[in-house]
């Protein structure tokens, strides 16, 4: 189950609604939580900061986090934004804590104000310079679409290197141009699969790389 910052906007906005709304998460997901014993259960919470901040869904959240592994079932938190987790008393004082896994994306915007946030984390100084690795080495040749992420578990993490092919790259991209070429192709070809597989199969005949050939497909 996921509440996401598309789906929140709506609902924070109308005073009645956002209650209610609030309330139907909590509920659905706890019957979930309570009564599918064969499956493993998730609410992920994807920037829905506000929704967070309110003292309903707050409280909600405190509650779940000491209970959800119980029933074997985790709560997630997604954010983009450092800000996002500093200023918000719940998130920093409780879920944070309650976090036995932590995913770190590229840092290096950060890394001039990274003090604060790696003391809320209780980032130790060799973690820090392992974070500040992402992205960063020589070691992409030859490999296909390819990005690093840092994963902890307990005091000690690692980074890993998440390495898809072209075609599941371009499914799930959220790059406008790239995403108006596949649609281009799409058009032509009928079907989603056949204009990918197209789209593909003209780039590498084209010899181009990916950028020089959407360019030339967007430019039709």
Not at 52 to 71: D, E, H, N, Q, W
Not at 107 to 125: G, P, R, V
Not at 126 to 141: A, C, G, H, S, V
Request: contains cysteine; hydrophobic residues 40%; glycine residues 6%.
């Amino acid at each position: 189950m996921v509440i996401s910052k598309g789906a929140r906007c709506l609902a924070l906005q109308h005073k009645i609604l956002f209650p209610i709304v609030t309330l139907i998460i909590m509920d659905v997901f706890i019957q979930k939580m309570r009564y599918r014993s064969d499956r493993r259960k998730t609410l992920v919470v994807e920037e829905a900061w506000k929704a967070i901040a309110s003292p309903l869904m707050a409280g909600y959240l405190l509650y779940l986090y000491k209970t959800v592994r119980k029933f074997w079932g985790e709560a997630i938190v997604v954010t983009q934004e450092l800000g996002d987790i500093i200023g918000n008393a719940v998130v920093k004082d409780s879920i944070i804590n309650n976090s036995d896994t932590i995913c770190l994306l590229d840092q290096t915007k950060f890394k001039d104000n990274y003090n604060e946030i790696a003391a809320l984390l209780s980032i130790s100084e060799t973690e820090r310079r392992k974070i500040f690795t992402i992205n960063q080495l020589d070691n992409t040749e030859g490999r296909g679409r390819f990005k690093e992420v840092y994963i902890r578990r307990g005091s000690t993490g690692e980074v890993y290197g998440v390495e898809v092919a072209l075609q599941q790259y371009l499914a799930y991209t959220t790059e406008k141009p790239e995403k108006s070429a596949i649609e281009f192709y799409t058009g032509q070809y009928g079907s989603y699969l056949d204009g990918l597989d197209a789209f593909v199969a003209d780039l590498i005949s084209s010899g181009l790389s990916l950028s020089q050939f959407i360019t030339k497909v967007n430019q039709h």
